[in-house]
Structures are given as C-alpha cells and as structure tokens.
C-alpha cells in the first residue's frame, strides 16, 4: 500500500538537502503523479505547512525561469528525527 502522498513529501525531505516545490514534485512523479494534489500549488503548500509545524524550514529563494519566486525548504536535524521517528521506511 502506497503512503500518502503528505508523508512521501516529508520523507522525500529527509533524503536531501534541500528542495523546492519542482523538485519535490520530479521526484514523485512515477508514483503520485496521478495525484490530485500533485501540482505546484499543492507541494508549495504542503512545505510551508511542514514549515510551520517545524518540521522543515526555508533554506533559501531565488527566481525561476519565468521570474516567479522559488522558495527551497530543508529538514532540519530535529525535523528530520521527527519526520523519520513518525514516518517509517
């Protein structure tokens, strides 16, 4: 049985240093790609709401291609203990 896609979010946060709403989005996309919520809006709203349970924080912004802000997130030491204590492999 598949998680959901939430806790695939955090879990995917705990594999790398950082990341931003498109890469999330990348990585997930063979198994949660038919997902409703897999969009953009979604994913950014699922990492600051992450961010604001502490669990992850913003890492830094910058401006993509088209000019709109960017935003990457990280799991912190003790978000990732957290994300990862709560959220087996």
Do not use: Q, W
Request: charged share 25%; net charge negative.
């Amino acid at each position: 049985m598949k998680r959901p896609l939430n806790f695939a979010i955090l879990k995917y946060m705990t594999t790398v240093e950082e990341a931003c709403p498109e890469d999330v989005l990348a990585a997930l996309a063979a198994e949660y790609g038919s997902f409703r919520a897999y969009n953009k809006a979604d994913m950014l709203t699922a990492l600051l709401t992450a961010a604001a349970n502490g669990l992850l924080e913003e890492s830094r912004f910058d401006l993509d291609e088209a000019g709109e802000l960017r935003l990457y997130f990280r799991a912190h030491e003790a978000g990732a203990a957290t994300i990862n204590a709560y959220i087996p492999n």
